[in-house]
């Protein structure tokens, strides 16, 4: 309210990506804001699908591309539904005088390299029998769901399917079920294999989006007397720069345990230089932000950074689903499309196969 009476000569929108949903309050009020110019600065504007870029073209050039119905009509819908690369690179072109890109590479030729790959996880047979019994159970509910209701209105059930196999994958703990006592996580053996055995006395950060997966990791960090710091969501942001500090600083505090989301921008953790992301985000932006949390300017050792998967699981499977559906027509309109979205009764049967 008060900001919205000044004329400012310039507006800048640092992580503008925030701005993205246009019917939110946020978007709605820096677009009370008067400027002469406007810039959006971000490392991923586009998340989800393509039209998270309506929104930020839309704060830096008033009615570009008119209203949001035209935008999904013309660009969004066709890009991200149907992979119509020929719509992708004519919204390139629309766009490429407005936007001035400069990756690390070009900006931080300084920093060392980056090493990202996947840790294959193998669950044993106690995990293995939990993840195989929900599985079929989802599969046999939603088939026949989708049967009777149509997939429009299976979408909540397979996001519930998912969400638990997952879980699993991390531990069958997580499902918190009276009948699953089951507390085998090929996860957690992995990670403190690696604390212990991998890499030697350098910092690591720990990711994961299940809180609840993050406590059994503190049990067991706690088990073997590893130090360690920790960040969610409830972490106040004096008790979030005290944390980063003592784990810049403490030589012997070699452990970060990090919500994903909480923890995922904002923060500056260059001490460490191996990473692993315990229950991959399926917006690689968002493990992408994650990562870079230890890879920026100040980062003066080689960073290794790890995606955890389950073998033979719905993990593994939403990978190569992803890598299926992914339509890149340049540099700049990457469309990692959102899986909900986009999903087929036949990518359906796949996953629970």
Known sequence: ???????????????????????????????????????????????????????????????????????????????????????????????????????????????????????????????????????????????????????????????????????????????????????????????????????????????SQFVTMLGLIKAELDKYGIDYEYLDGQSSRKQRQLSVNRFQDNADLRVFLISLKAGGTGINLTAADYVYVVDPWWNPAVENQAIDRCYRIGQDKNVFAYRMICTNTVEEKILQLQQKKKKIATDIIQTDESIMKNLSVKDIESLFS
């Open 1 to 207: 309210e008060m900001l919205k009476d000044f004329q400012f000569n310039y507006v800048i929108l640092d992580e503008s990506q925030a701005i993205k949903n246009p019917a939110s309050r946020r978007y709605k009020a820096a677009g009370l804001l008067k400027a002469k110019n406007r810039l959006a600065l971000t490392g991923t504007p586009i998340e989800n699908s393509t039209f998270d870029l309506y929104a930020q073209m839309s704060f830096v050039n008033r009615g570009f591309f008119g209203s949001s119905n035209n935008f999904k009509t013309s660009f969004s819908n066709p890009i991200d539904k149907e992979g119509n690369e020929v719509i992708a690179t004519e919204l390139q072109k629309m766009v490429n005088p407005f936007i001035l890109r400069r990756t690390k590479e070009m900006v931080a030729r300084e920093l060392p390299p980056k090493t990202e790959d996947i840790l294959f996880c193998e669950m044993d047979a106690a995990q293995r029998k939990v993840y195989d019994a929900y599985r079929n159970e989802y599969r046999n509910r939603l088939l026949g769901n989708i049967q009777e209701q149509g997939l429009g209105k299976s979408k909540m059930m397979v996001l519930e399917a998912l969400t638990r196999l997952r879980q699993i994958c991390d531990s069958p703990l997580l499902l918190n079920k009276d009948d699953v006592n089951v507390s085998d996580s090929v996860k957690i053996r992995e990670l403190i294999r690696h604390i212990n055995d991998k890499t030697a006395n350098h910092k690591i950060l720990i990711f």
